[in-house]
T-cell receptor, first 115, second 111 residues
Framework: KAGVTQTPRYLIKTRGQQVTLSCSPISGHRSVSWYQQTPGQGLQFLFEYFSETQRNKGNFPGRFSGRQFSNSRSEMNVSTLELGDSALYLC??????????????FGSGTQLSVL | AQRVTQPEKLLSVFKGAPVELKCNYSYSGSPELFWYVQYSRQRLQLLLRHISRESIKGFTADLNKGETSFHLKKPFAQEEDSAMYYCAPILGGTSYGKLTFGQGTILTVHP
């Protein structure tokens, strides 16, 4: 089985721009979660999607949004980029069984640099 | 507030020595406990899951509810164990993808 795929691998943007990151989960996985990783704050949960619905959300401003498509692929969007948004954005997938705390399978991440 | 603390940012041991990576959490209920690991140039992956005893590479971890700790142990460290280790408990109910990661410990095993 192919693993979690994230594109693009690297992105360079300037302040004020917006960006869209993509994540394709493992085949058959219906839950997709997004995390931000920075040297200062570590790994922080952004949100989780299941069956095209956001089920859980972290403490990030509304500039961070996401969506999930019927094939379980997910996109994350950040609008009005700030310098502090520079980070590695990780996507993780899991089967998404109701009521289960499943192990997550992570992608390689998208490294976003905001200049 | 729910918090996860890994007190050691860096840990160095020699090959064959025992290793213990510390993790403390603040939560009054029963957490579900995970350790994740990131080897150099590899993806973050599950190392150990407490509830199912699922584990790779010979690591174990015991939950100490009294001390609210979930320390990771291995009796004889190997050079290939060098990596970044994250304690990631689920603090309450169904996580829906949300893990609360500690800051991580970089383990270096010297030959």
């Amino acid at each position: 089985k192919a693993g979690v795929t994230q594109t693009p691998r690297y992105l360079i943007k300037t302040r004020g721009q917006q960006v869209t990151l993509s994540c394709s989960p493992i085949s058959g996985h219906r839950s997709v979660s997004w995390y931000q990783q920075t040297p200062g704050q570590g790994l922080q949960f952004l949100f989780e999607y299941f069956s095209e619905t956001q089920r859980n959300k972290g403490n990030f401003p509304g500039r961070f949004s996401g969506r999930q498509f019927s094939n379980s692929r997910s996109e994350m969007n950040v609008s009005t980029l700030e310098l502090g948004d520079s980070a590695l954005y990780l996507c993780a997938s899991s089967p998404g069984h109701r009521g289960a705390n499943e192990k997550l399978f992570f992608g390689s991440g998208t490294q976003l640099s905001v200049l | 507030a729910q918090r996860v603390t890994q007190p050691e940012k860096l840990l160095s041991v020699f090959k064959g020595a025992p290793v213990e990576l510390k993790c403390n959490y603040s939560y009054s209920g029963s957490p579900e406990l995970f350790w994740y690991v990131q080897y150099s140039r590899q993806r973050l992956q599950l190392l150990l899951r407490h509830i199912s005893r699922e584990s790779i590479k010979g690591f174990t971890a015991d939950l100490n509810k009294g001390e609210t700790s979930f320390h990771l142990k291995k009796p004889f460290a190997q050079e290939e164990d060098s990596a970044m280790y994250y304690c990631a408990p689920i603090l309450g109910g169904t996580s829906y993808g949300k893990l609360t990661f500690g800051q991580g410990t970089i383990l270096t095993v010297h030959p």
